[in-house]
């Protein structure tokens, strides 16, 4: 079970392109969402989904565009990328929109380390 | 406005010690408090997490103190060992528009001398 996986792990990219961060989970999660950690500032949520087809904005979805087309996947996009865009994401999926107390645990992915120069 | 204050930045105990991290919050709508732990270049992963009509709660070395009047929540690590020292993140959560929404605390790093 590989859970929630990332992909890449490290990215460079100049200001002004475009990249996609790849999200997958195999545990059949309807609930997905990308976040992002930056110093001093915790983690952040970008856009969320809750189902295939479903996306909605979170905190900070300004320069990101994502969409939902399977369960299992739910990429990211960087349009044109900024230097203000340099941070660590994190993909996560829970089956439910519940709290731990319900039984419901989000898992997060092991991150992907962006860089824009 | 959707906020949790956390504090120390960091912290550093010795082996054994009792590791106490911090934090506040605003929006009395929040409906759950979880802490989260993060080893260096992982993922975050859920520790600890406590309901607001509850005063503490207890899960071997790790306990959540709550305290709702006062809208703050700590974390206590007994016992602390080095295998503790990572980055723990204080969060609460609320549900809308479907779905569980996380606000983070900005991170307390622990370092858990042997």
């Known amino acids: 079970n590989a859970g929630v996986t990332q992909t890449p792990k490290f990215q460079v990219l100049k200001t002004g392109q475009s990249m996609t961060l790849q999200c997958a989970q195999d545990?059949?999660?309807?609930?997905m969402s990308w976040y992002r950690q930056d110093p001093g500032m915790g983690l952040r949520l970008i856009h969320y989904s809750v189902g295939a087809g479903i996306t909605d904005q979170g905190e900070v979805p300004n320069g990101y565009n994502v969409s939902r087309s399977t369960t299992e996947d739910f990429p990211l996009r960087l349009l044109s990328a900024a230097p203000s865009q340099t941070s660590v994401y994190f993909c996560?999926?829970?089956?439910?929109?519940?709290?731990?107390?319900?039984?419901?645990?989000?898992?997060f992915g092991e991150g992907s380390w962006l860089t824009v120069v | 406005q959707q906020q949790v204050k956390q504090s120390p930045q960091s912290l550093i105990v010795q082996k054994g010690g009792i590791s106490i991290i911090n934090c506040a919050y605003e929006?009395?709508?929040?409906?759950?408090f979880p802490w989260y732990q993060q080893f260096p270049g992982k993922g975050p992963a859920l520790l600890i997490a406590?309901?607001?009509?509850?005063s503490e709660k207890k899960e071997g070395r790790f306990t959540i103190s709550f305290n709702k009047s006062a809208k703050q929540f700590s974390l206590h690590i007994m016992d602390s060992q080095p295998g503790d020292s990572a980055t723990y993140f204080c969060a609460a959560s609320i549900v809308t528009t479907g779905f569980q929404k996380l606000v983070f605390g900005t991170g307390t790093r622990l370092l858990v001398s042997p």
């Open positions: 929006n009395t709508a929040f409906d759950y």
């Open positions: 406590i309901r607001p009509d509850v």
């Open positions: 996560a999926s829970s089956y439910s929109p519940g709290t731990p107390s319900s039984g419901n645990t989000i898992y």
């Open positions: 545990m059949n999660h309807e609930y």
